[in-house]
C-alpha cells in the first residue's frame, strides 16, 4: 500500500517561499513519476510539477515554470516542492501523488491518472 504523506504548507505573503515535502512509502519507487497537483478553492484540480524518481527528469505547469523546483531524496524517499515568489494566485491545497511510470515518454499530467493521492496540505499567500 503506497501512502503519501504531505507537510511545509502554511501561510506567507506574496514573494516570499515555501517548501513542501512528500514523504512516500509502501513501495520501491524507481518505476514511478511522483506529481505535485494544486486545486483552488472552487476550482479543478491542476497539475504544477513531476519528477521521475529514477533519473530526476522534472515536468511543470507553464504556471509555475521558473518559480517552482522539484526534487527527490532517495535516501529519505521524500520528493519537494520548493515554491519561490509565490503569488496569491499560488494559494490552493497542494497534493502529492504517485503514479506507476516505466516509460520512456512524457508522464501524465491529468490528476485521474495517478493512483496514489496524499491528504494535501493548505497553501495560502496574502497580498
Known amino acids: 500500500q503506497v501512502q503519501l504523506v504531505e507537510s511545509g504548507g502554511g501561510l506567507v505573503q506574496a514573494g516570499g517561499s515555501l517548501r513542501l515535502s512528500c514523504a512516500a512509502s509502501?513501495?520501491?519507487?524507481?518505476?514511478?513519476?511522483m506529481g505535485w497537483f494544486r486545486q483552488p478553492a472552487g476550482k479543478e484540480r491542476e497539475f504544477v510539477a513531476a519528477i521521475r524518481w529514477s533519473g530526476g527528469t522534472t515536468y511543470y505547469a507553464d504556471s509555475v515554470k521558473g518559480r517552482f523546483t522539484i526534487s527527490r531524496d532517495n535516501t529519505k524517499n521524500t520528493v519537494y516542492l520548493q515554491m519561490n515568489s509565490l503569488k496569491p494566485e499560488d494559494t490552493a491545497v497542494y497534493y502529492c501523488?504517485?503514479?506507476?511510470?516505466?516509460?520512456?515518454?512524457?508522464?501524465?499530467?491529468?490528476?485521474?491518472?495517478?493512483?496514489?493521492w496524499g491528504q494535501g496540505t493548505q497553501v495560502t499567500i496574502s497580498s
Open positions: 509502501g513501495r520501491t519507487f524507481s518505476r514511478y513519476v
Open positions: 501523488a504517485a503514479h506507476y511510470w516505466p516509460y520512456a515518454r512524457d508522464p501524465p499530467t491529468l490528476g485521474p491518472e495517478y493512483a496514489w
